[in-house]
């Protein structure tokens, strides 16, 4: 595990303030100095060393933290504190990773670990909450007060915005790709069998594809292509992708009634390929419901850093403070989305 650090933790510096930003990966981490408006002054993009343990991942994470609090003090910058957002199972009240398949964490007190090992108040969350809390306070859901924020990616998660709210039931809340869409279908790596994860993620499209024609694919993007131009096999891979997570967003509809269905992760950069036809298979199976709209996330890939970054102003500022989902949040005319890869050095 990382070795603590012998000095007290970092007060308030003189100079502008910021934070560090960290979303954490199973292949890869985002990280950012932000500003209070959420403008990135300084990007990094690191490795996730997951093959090595879970111990090395620890360390690398506190490594990036380190390494950001480090640059922002060579600009005479204040860091108010850290945000750091993970994938798995996350309680974000007592700060602990329960348990995270991809990186071989369970029940590992991570905000503590990392503030030991870095001197900077840590505050940590989940990606797709984090995520979630991102698009409902400066994209696709702001000003909405339900919502739903749904990456669809090599897995599949749910951010559930209820009144303002994240609805986070000690970290186990959103875990859409479990809904069992197929009860005959094939076993799924949770235990369960026919989940959602299995038949529509990313991973679970191309692999569906592969094994009704025989030939390999590079994922989810080249099915999607093949649907473009006009191939059965994939057309037929893609409906039933659309099917299922039309299913399971109309049982969402039935008991929390999200105003907004936000979809991002790697499968949303199709576009109105995904949208369109999810739209159409969710409206036919609604009726008294509130029929939700779906739209296309805002802020892309970038989403987990920026939720990590509201935490970390959050926290910074107090839990009295923090701006629930569906009110205005200061920002500036510039979104982050716009920014972000235009990061000043």
């Known amino acids: 595990m990382p070795t603590p650090m012998t000095s007290a933790p970092r007060g308030v510096a003189d100079g502008p303030e910021c934070v560090v930003a960290l979303d954490v990966g199973g292949t ?6 932000l500003d209070r408006a959420l403008r990135p002054l300084h990007t990094v993009r690191r490795a996730t060393p997951r093959r090595s343990g879970p111990e090395a991942v620890v360390e690398e994470i506190a490594a990036v933290l380190r390494a950001l609090d480090g640059h922002a003090a060579g600009r005479t910058r204040a860091v108010r504190g850290a945000g750091v957002v993970v994938p798995g199972i996350v309680d974000e009240e007592t700060r602990t990773a329960v348990h995270s398949v991809n990186l071989g964490w369970r029940d590992l007190p991570l905000g503590a ?4 090992a870095t001197g900077l108040h840590v505050a940590l969350g989940h990606d797709v909450r984090a995520g979630g809390a991102a698009e409902g306070r400066l994209g696709a859901a702001r000003g909405v007060r339900d919502a739903w924020f749904v990456p669809v990616g090599t897995g599949i ?75 059965p096999d ?13 299913s399971a967003l109309a049982t969402a509809a039935t008991l ?42 805002a802020l892309g890939d970038r989403a987990g850093c920026l939720g990590a970054g509201l935490a970390a102003w959050d926290a910074a500022d107090g839990a009295a403070s923090a701006t629930p989902v569906g009110t205005t949040t200061p920002r500036t005319d510039d979104t982050p989305a716009s920014l972000y890869s235009q990061a000043a050095s």
């Not at 949303?268 to 739209?279: K, T, V």
């Open 28 to 33: 890869c981490m985002k990280g950012a100095l």
């Open 113 to 116: 670990l990392l503030e030991e």
């Open 157 to 231: 998660a749910a951010a559930l915005l209820c009144d303002g709210r994240a609805l986070r039931a000690g970290g186990y809340a959103g875990e859409l790709g479990h809904v069992v869409v197929d009860p005959g279908g094939a076993p799924c790596a949770c235990g369960g069998r026919g989940c959602l994860e299995g038949v529509a993620s990313a991973a679970a499209v191309a692999a569906a594809y592969e094994a009704r024609t025989g030939r390999a694919t590079g994922g989810a993007a080249e099915v999607a292509a093949a649907v473009v131009a006009g191939d």
């Open 234 to 246: 994939a057309r037929v891979v893609w409906d039933r992708a659309v099917e299922a997570l039309a």
């Open 256 to 297: 929390l009634a999200p105003e907004v269905v936000v979809v991002g992760g790697g499968l949303a950069e199709s576009g109105g390929l995904l949208l369109d036809p999810l739209r159409a298979a969710l409206a036919r199976r609604l009726s008294f419901q509130r029929r939700p709209r779906v739209v296309r996330a």
